[in-house]
């Protein structure tokens, strides 16, 4: 009698590699919006990032990530969730420092109150 070979994979590819971009680890201080949940940016690519929570994220599909330090704000939609992690695909992205359009609003909003109070190293910082 022969085993049977099952294949489940719907990609070629790992599922660590399904971005199709080159992944670079950072460490950075993140929040999504909407909700204000704080997590950590793990690695980043050009069209998207790894998200680790402090607990599972039962958050929104649709997001804007804020990189607290930076004032960098990425519009995103979650593509995958595995517990504390999220895996997103950037759909927009712009610079808080300057004027920015509306789907943005609540992040320069959040990033300048941030920014004013000292929290996350962003206080009097007006460059990267």
Sequence with gaps: MVPAIMVFSVSNRAPADRRGAVRTECFLDAMVLPGRQACIAVD????????????PYDGQRKIILL?????EAYAADVMWMRDREVGVLI????????????????????????????AFGVAGSNDR
């Design 67 to 71: 990189l607290t330090a930076s004032g």
């Design 91 to 118: 759909t927009a992205q712009t610079d808080l420092r300057g004027l920015v359009p509306k789907t943005f609003a609540e992040a320069r909003q959040v990033w300048t109150s941030l920014k004013a109070s000292g």
């Design 44 to 55: 980043r690519s050009a069209t998207g990032f790894k998200l680790k929570f402090h607990r």
